[in-house]
C-alpha cells in the first residue's frame, strides 16, 4: 500500500498578472471564508500557508481581528507558516536579501508558535548553489523544490549539497506544486487521478507520494476530508492522509538517495524559464542600486559611525521590508502586469532612498567627530583602497596632483540696465538655487545718487536660507520708483574649483583626512589623435570603424548586437527569420577629458533597428592607478521585441568554461545548458555582480544575463530584451505557456535605457576589489574640526573573507562572511573576540580575534 500524503495549500503570488491589491481583494475573500471552515471541519487536518509570512501580514492588515484565530490555528499544528517571508528568486537577489527574507519569516512565524522546519522552495526559477548551506544554517534539514533539477536526478528525493558540504535533503515534485490540485468531489474519481499519477512518476518514487493539494491562488477545497476518508474505505493500494510537510517529511526514506551538489539550473523536467534574468533591466538595476545601498553602505556605515544608542534600526526595517517584498519572484523577475512592475520600482526607489539618506549621515557623523579641520574621505568598503574623489577647493588657478573640472571667478556675472529692465534678470532668479551647484545666499541693494547697486552673493554651497521672492518684490519696488534709472547688478561668488583627486589608502571601514599631494600614481593620457587612453596600466583605443575599443591591443570589446525576440517575460526566442544588426552606419568620438586624473571619450554610434534610426552613445573612461576600463551607454530605445548584447572578447580565448557571482559563492559554469522536452537549454546564465571568462572580468550594475558566444571566444552581456507579452503560447523555444498570454507595454522598453559596466583583462584581477571600485565610491565630508577622531583610521578591520553584512545587534555589532575559493582561510578581526552564531542568533563557538572559515563557508560573527 503507498502512502499519499495530501498537503492542502493555495500558492500565492502576491502580485503577477495582476496588482497586489487585486490579489489581496481575492485572498481576504479566501481566507474569510476558509479560517473559519478549517475551524469546524477537523478532518480537514492541515493547511500550508505557502511557506511565507507576507501572506499572514497582508491578510491580518486588512483584518487584525483574525490574529487570535490564526495564532490557534497554528499552535494546534493545522496551518503551517513560513520558513520564508517571500517566496523569492534565488538568483536575481543578493545572498543577503535572502539571508533577511529568511530571518525575517521566521522572525514573524515565531509570534505564531513558530515556522514549518522545512524550506519550502515550490516555483523558484532553479536555486543557488549555496542553499543547502543557508537552510542548514537556520536549523533546517529539509526541502522541497521543483524547477531547476537536473536528469541526473532519478528519485523523487536526493541529497543536495552546497559547495561547502552542507547538505539538506530535498523532495522533488516531478509535476510541480500542483500535482493534487483540483481535488474532484468524488472518491473514485481521486482514487483514479491518485492511480494515474502513480504510473506517471512511479520511477521516481522511493516510497511514498507527496500530493500537493493546491495551485496558484487556489481556493481550499471544503471537500477534502469527506472526500479522502471515502477513498481510504473504498480500496487498498493507497493510503490517503492530509498532513503537512514536516509530518510526511519525518520518516521519508533516506536510504539510496542520488546527491548533487551545487546550484540547480537545469530545464530538463520542468521550465527553469532562463529569460527573466534580462527582462525588465530597469528593474534588476533598480534592485542592485537599494541593495548595494542598504548592504553596502547604510546598514556599515550607521553600525560603525552612528553610537549604538542611535541605531536607524526602524529606518533600515522599513527599507528592507520593500526589498524582501520585492525580491518575490514574479516581483524581481518582473514577469508581472506593468502595474504591478510600477510598484516595485517604487518600493526599490523608497528603499535607496531611505538607505542613502542614512548613509549621508553617517557620513556627516564622521565629519562632525574629527580633530583637525579639513575633507575627509570615508570607505564604506572592507578593503583598504584607493580611488577618486570630487572636492570643491577655495581659491583658483591649478592644483596640485589634481585635475580641474570647473573654476569659479569671482564675478559670476555683471549686468548694467534701467530699472525697468530689472525683471528680466530677477526672473531667472526662481529660487536660491540657480544652477546644478551655485545657490543664492543672500542679496545686498545699496541705494546711490544714481542708481541702485545690486550684489547677489553666490556660492557652491547653500550657506543660509531666505526668502528669495520678498528680495525680489523689494527689488521691483525700489527699481519702480524711479525706472529710468541705471541699475547695476552684479553676481558675486568666492572663487572656487571643483577638482578630481586621487587618495590613495583609505583603510577598510575607515576614514583618511585629505591632503593636498603630488599625484602617486601614473596620469592618464589621452593620445593625440582623440581615439585613445592610457595610464601606465591599461590601454584603450577606439576603432573609428565600428565604436569597438581595444584593451592593450586587443580589440573588439563592446561589440553592439542586436537582434529580435519574439519571445516574452519568461523566454528569450528568435524568429525563424531573424535580423541582427552589429555594425553601425556611423562613429564619431569626441574628448571629454583629457586627464591626468580621468580621461572619458564619448562614442557615439548610429544604427537601424528595424527601419528605425537609433543613437546609442557610450562613455568610456580611464581613471589613473586603474586596471579598468569603465562604460556607460545610453540610448532611445524606439522598438519592441529585440535583445540587445554587448560582446567582448575573451584575450586568452578559447575557454571551456565561465565564473560568475551568485548569491555567497562564485559559481563555475560550462558553456552549455541542460533542457528539455518543455524548454531548450541555453546557456544564458545569471551573475549578480560579476562574470570571469578567462583574463576576462566584466563587472556590471544589474546586468545579470551574460553568455559565453564564439565556441568560447567572446562573452555577451544582455543590455537589454524587449518585449510585449507577459507569456505567449507555442515558443519554438518554449512549446508550453509560463503564465496567462496578457500584452504588456512596460517589458517593451520604450525610452531612455541605460547600462553602467566596466571591464578587466588583468587574469590577477580581484573581482569582488573591482566591484567596489566600479561602483561603491569613496565619500568625501568637510570636517570643522573640534572633535577626538584622528586623522585616519578604521573602525572594524575584517580580512581573510568577504564581507556580506555588519549591522547592530543590540549593543554590539553583528558581521557576516564568506569565503568564495575553495581553500579554507583564516578571518580576522584584529583584536576584537566574539562568538559565531547561525542565521537565527544561537551560539555555535567562541572565537579570540580569528577563526578559520572552511573553503566556500559562509559564517555570522557577534563581536
Avoid at 499544528?77 to 537577489?93: A, C, K, N, Q, T
Avoid at 536526493?158 to 559547495?163: E, G, N, V
Wanted: aromatic residues 6%.
Amino acid at each position: 500500500m503507498r502512502r499519499v500524503a495530501i498537503v492542502p495549500h493555495t500558492h500565492w503570488d502576491r502580485e503577477w498578472y495582476a496588482p497586489f491589491q487585486t490579489f489581496r481583494l481575492r485572498l481576504v475573500e479566501l481566507l474569510d471564508s476558509f479560517l473559519p471552515a478549517l475551524e469546524r471541519d477537523l478532518s480537514y487536518a492541515h493547511f500550508l500557508l505557502d511557506g511565507q509570512m507576507a501572506v499572514v501580514d497582508d491578510y491580518l492588515e486588512v483584518r487584525p481581528e483574525e490574529e487570535e484565530r490564526l495564532r490557534r490555528l497554528a499552535a494546534s499544528g493545522r496551518l503551517s507558516m513560513g520558513p520564508w517571508y517571500i517566496l523569492m528568486d534565488e538568483f536575481l537577489v543578493s545572498g543577503e536579501t535572502i539571508v533577511r527574507n529568511l530571518q525575517r519569516g521566521l522572525t514573524r512565524a515565531a509570534a505564531f508558535g513558530g515556522a514549518s522546519p522545512v524550506g519550502y522552495l515550490p516555483d523558484m526559477f532553479g536555486h543557488i548553489a549555496q542553499m543547502p548551506q543557508l537552510l542548514q544554517q537556520a536549523g533546517m534539514a529539509h526541502t522541497v523544490v521543483w524547477r531547476g533539477v537536473p536528469s541526473a536526478v532519478d528519485r523523487n528525493a536526493f541529497w543536495w549539497s552546497a559547495p561547502d558540504g552542507s547538505t539538506v535533503r530535498a523532495e522533488f515534485m516531478p509535476k510541480g506544486y500542483g500535482n493534487g490540485a483540483a481535488i474532484p468531489d468524488d472518491a473514485k474519481a481521486l482514487v483514479r487521478r491518485i492511480a494515474a499519477h502513480d504510473a506517471e512518476v512511479g520511477s521516481f518514487l522511493l516510497d511514498g507520494m507527496l500530493w500537493m493539494n493546491g495551485t496558484d491562488h487556489q481556493v481550499p477545497q471544503p471537500w477534502l476530508g469527506r472526500v479522502v476518508a471515502e477513498a481510504n474505505d473504498i480500496q487498498s493500494d493507497y493510503r490517503l492522509e492530509v498532513t503537512s510537510l514536516a509530518a510526511y517529511l519525518a520518516d521519508a526514506p533516506t536510504e539510496g538517495l542520488p546527491s548533487w551538489t551545487g546550484e540547480l539550473r537545469s530545464g530538463a523536467m520542468s521550465n527553469l524559464l532562463m529569460g527573466v534574468g534580462s527582462n525588465r533591466v530597469d528593474v534588476k538595476q533598480a534592485a542592485a542600486r537599494a541593495e548595494r545601498s542598504l548592504e553596502r553602505r547604510a546598514e556599515p556605515l550607521c553600525a560603525l559611525f552612528f553610537p549604538a544608542s542611535s541605531w536607524p534600526g526602524s529606518l533600515l526595517d522599513l527599507a528592507w521590508r520593500e526589498v524582501i517584498r520585492n525580491s518575490a519572484h514574479d516581483s524581481v523577475c518582473a514577469c508581472s502586469a506593468d502595474e504591478a512592475v510600477d510598484a516595485v520600482l517604487v518600493r526599490y526607489a523608497e528603499a535607496r532612498q531611505i538607505a542613502e539618506g542614512l548613509a549621508a549621515r553617517a557620513v556627516d557623523a564622521v565629519g562632525a567627530s574629527m580633530a583637525n579641520a579639513g575633507v575627509v574621505v570615508v570607505n564604506a568598503s572592507p578593503r583598504t583602497r584607493g580611488g577618486l574623489v570630487e572636492l570643491l577647493l577655495p581659491g583658483d588657478g591649478p592644483v596640485s596632483g589634481a585635475q580641474v573640472l570647473r573654476s569659479r571667478t569671482a564675478t559670476l556675472a555683471e549686468h548694467r540696465l534701467s530699472g525697468r529692465e530689472l525683471g528680466g534678470i530677477l526672473g531667472q532668479i526662481r529660487s536660491q538655487q540657480l544652477d546644478e551647484d551655485t545657490y543664492v545666499n543672500a542679496i545686498r541693494v545699496e541705494e546711490t545718487d544714481d542708481g541702485l547697486d545690486i550684489v547677489i552673493e553666490a556660492d557652491a554651497r547653500l550657506r543660509t536660507e531666505f526668502l528669495v521672492e520678498e528680495a525680489k518684490r523689494d527689488l521691483y519696488a525700489r527699481a519702480g520708483a524711479n525706472p529710468d534709472a541705471p541699475v547695476r547688478v552684479r553676481i558675486e561668488q568666492p572663487p572656487s574649483r571643483r577638482v578630481l583627486v586621487r587618495v590613495d589608502d583609505v583603510p577598510g571601514f575607515g576614514w583618511k583626512l585629505w591632503e593636498m599631494a603630488p599625484a602617486t600614481v601614473e596620469p592618464v593620457v589621452v593620445g593625440d589623435d582623440g581615439m585613445s587612453m592610457a595610464n601606465g596600466l591599461v590601454s584603450a583605443a577606439v576603432d573609428s570603424g565600428d565604436g569597438t575599443f581595444s584593451v592593450d591591443g586587443v580589440a573588439g570589446f563592446d561589440r553592439l548586437v542586436d537582434s529580435l525576440d519574439c519571445g516574452d517575460t519568461y523566454n528569450y526566442c528568435p524568429p525563424e527569420n531573424d535580423v541582427v544588426v552589429d555594425t553601425p552606419s556611423s562613429v564619431d568620438v569626441r574628448v571629454l577629458e583629457r586627464g591626468p586624473i580621468r580621461a572619458r571619450l564619448e562614442v557615439t554610434r548610429s544604427f537601424t533597428w528595424q527601419d528605425r534610426a537609433v543613437v546609442v552613445v557610450t562613455v568610456l573612461e580611464l581613471q589613473a592607478g586603474e586596471r579598468a576600463v569603465r562604460v556607460h551607454t545610453t540610448f532611445d530605445n524606439p522598438v519592441g521585441d529585440h535583445r540587445l548584447r554587448a560582446v567582448f572578447p575573451i584575450p586568452d580565448g578559447p575557454v571551456s568554461s565561465s565564473s560568475a557571482e551568485c548569491a555567497f559563492a562564485v559559481v563555475t559554469r560550462g558553456l552549455t545548458a541542460e533542457g528539455g522536452p518543455s524548454e531548450l537549454g541555453l546557456p544564458t546564465f545569471p551573475s549578480r555582480r560579476f562574470v570571469r571568462a578567462g583574463a576576462l572580468t566584466v563587472v556590471h550594475e544589474g546586468l545579470l544575463e551574460y553568455e559565453v558566444v564564439d565556441e568560447g571566444r567572446a562573452l555577451a552581456l544582455t543590455l537589454l530584451r524587449a518585449t510585449g507579452m507577459l507569456s505567449r503560447v507555442e515558443l519554438a523555444y518554449r512549446p508550453l505557456p509560463a503564465g496567462p498570454p496578457i500584452p504588456l507595454d512596460g517589458p517593451q522598453m520604450l525610452g531612455r535605457c541605460e547600462a553602467r559596466y566596466a571591464v578587466c583583462t588583468d587574469p590577477d584581477a580581484d573581482p569582488f576589489a573591482l566591484v567596489d571600485d566600479m561602483f561603491l565610491p569613496l565619500e568625501v565630508v568637510s570636517a570643522p574640526g573640534g572633535g577626538t577622531r584622528p586623522d585616519t583610521g578604521s573602525a572594524l578591520s575584517v580580512t581573510g573573507a568577504e564581507v556580506s553584512a555588519v549591522v547592530r545587534v543590540d549593543d554590539g555589532l553583528e558581521v557576516r562572511v564568506f569565503n568564495p575559493t575553495p581553500s579554507p582561510t583564516v578571518v580576522s578581526f584584529g583584536p576584537q573576540s566574539g562568538w559565531l552564531v547561525d542565521l537565527v542568533g544561537r551560539p555555535l563557538a567562541p572565537f579570540d580575534g580569528s577563526f578559520e572559515l572552511r573553503a566556500f563557508g559562509i559564517a555570522t560573527a557577534r563581536l
